[in-house]
């Protein structure tokens, strides 16, 4: 490792993948096998296994959001030359944030068909609302007087990534508001959420 | 890190390998103690051990399949020299699939000894099929025009590993046909298959 | 990896970042979802999550502990050019105490809201106390005729970073005492040490 | 990264590291709080939680072993230059064979303090002792006409080494047929064991 600023985020990208690897595959451990009862048919089992949708819908929705929380985190880095303490301590709130992901789920897993279906997804938005947040001011962090970034800093594209942050953040917060009333359109903005925050552009030139 | 396209793809193997790592440690879990009784001996202990079988066939089938999906994931990038928004999707979708093993197996180790084990077969078989169908669209998508392809391109097995993981694809999906008739013959197939995808050959020169 | 010497600690420190990034995130399974209750609705659920606060109180405080446990062992192997057989041991049994923390976190939760709440602080203090000693002696190692340290060590704070590990230690035990009288008082400490710990300087220039 | 054969092995040792940092986190859910009751202070809990020592053995048994199963494959690929596929898939076994330890300390500590406490120590022990029977296999696989080593390969301890591993697996089998008379005693020669795989040296020269 030649260069010793260059490798000075490499422990902190080490970290983070491994906490938000651990947080994406956990979220399976929602999915179990309906209890066994001994007079199952493979026919009688199929309709158990599609009465647990509420449990696959909310393990889409968080593995989505999770991988596309670690592509941004990717793309950030990519353009980040070092850190700092106020920086490390933003990117462990962070995962703090997102290791909370696993939990809502399993609230919202539990109660998505339920009478009680409003708040997990209200909460759900509320903690995604909480994330974009926390991007939008590790990406403020970085970018004042250009000063975690890479050179060519030119080609960063400061003020689109933040915008796109402050947007998300809102309509998360919005979508939390309007979970109280139709949670299912909560549940439906969180998902086209994916797409829109899978199309932010750090960089002029690079496409990844 | 000299050379920054070189680097490309690092953090993405990184979060893959990690997320495989954990898919494939989190399959012990499927594999308990049997309940303590009271008049345990050793020797009973022995043969409540032996009549968790359906269990450890299912360890073995998820944990060999994931282990080559692992080696085959890692020759794939082995001749990959950078990666673009596309790939990066594929390979999530690869996780999102994989990250479904553990429940196939949980469902495999609850149902394959009982009267509904056509589904849990043919459910897995499926899975596995549907994973060797995305990594043959990674490989299309980073071939077509020796796209990703590090230099020189010459040497990389473009159409042999493509064909390998249409004609895994069909099996796999053959047996999930089948399963519904001969569900053991259906696992059995799945274990011949770690055998056959542990053999795709990426490079003419390189045999790892 | 061109130059051997810099490389020979990458190996421990990926392990150890993987056992930290585990650790932490496995926090995350004491917080479950309240049982689900027919006549439950999104009001008396969110009543139900805000009874788990002992479970959110012991997740915090064990996230930000770990979290600068982290940041502490980042920092220090950021002046460390090399290992030897004595601080690979030690470094396994920061990782074997650091391990300890989801049970104690357990214990801690199941406990902090009955009348048996004295002695899984006190543990858990004692725990943390165990963790800062066992790094004073990582430290005492690498720095005595500065063996283990990068050139220049000249900007090392050798002691300044021992003295904030013993006096660490030396609170945290105390802590655990105080905390057989007065168990809130304890986590409280708890809380403040990992602002303390977080503001631990290994190197004159660097901050990170 | 410059020299792309010294690079062969990285992501193998990733995946590796990955996987064996998970199993021995995961050892950690062996352990949890007893289970609440109105009555209990802390000087019950205290006493109800030293009744669980047949937990803490085994996860102090297992831990130490995994960690000195690290500890070895990192010095023996500190010697590695490249692989090959018979070298990766022994990698592959000894992973599923190490994977499998948290399923034996689960056992373990369910039956050690009952009447069927002799087959799981024995089991615990052949499990041991295949690993170190796998470890074999690979260094002989390394180490035959200096296959995979590195240069200089003047300075590798070929035959110390691989005398080691037969030295323990022989013992780990014999400790497995005396556990059936003596359980605790193979406990014993386990915890031992962990002592003298600890001092296996690969190289001449390096300690680490």
Redesign the interface.
């Known amino acids: ?3 010793f600023q ?3 985020t490499v ?5 983070s ?13 929602e ?3 309906p209890e ?1 009862k ?9 309709w158990e ?1 599609l009465k647990q949708w509420p449990a696959y819908v909310a393990f889409l929705l968080s ?1 989505a959001t999770i ?1 596309v929380i ?2 941004n985190h ?1 793309r950030m ?1 990519n353009v980040i030359r ?4 106020m ?3 933003l990117n ?1 709130l962070l ?2 944030l997102t ?2 992901i ?2 809502a789920t ?2 919202l ?3 998505i068909s ?7 997804v ?1 909460f759900t938005m509320l903690l995604f609302g909480a994330i974009a947040g926390t991007f939008s001011l590790m990406w403020k962090h970085a970018t004042t007087d250009y000063r975690l970034l890479k050179r060519p800093a030119a080609d960063v594209r400061v003020r689109m990534v933040q915008n796109g942050f402050l947007i998300s953040a809102s309509i998360y917060a919005g979508s939390a508001l309007l979970a ?1 009333l139709l949670p299912m359109v909560g549940i439906l903005i969180g998902l086209l959420m994916v797409v829109y925050l ?1 199309r932010l552009k750090y960089d002029r030139q690079k ?2």
Chains 1, 2, 3, 4 share one sequence.
């Open positions: 490792m030649a260069d260059e490798n000075e422990r902190m990208e080490a970290f993948d491994g906490v938000l690897a651990i947080i994406i595959t956990l979220l399976t451990f999915l179990k096998a066994f001994e007079e199952y048919t493979s026919r009688t089992l199929f296994l593995f991988f670690w592509v990717h880095f070092r850190s700092d303490a920086f490390l301590y462990g995962l703090l290791s909370l696993p939990f399993n609230v897993a539990t109660y339920t009478s009680a279906d409003e708040l997990p209200a109280l899978s496409v990844v």
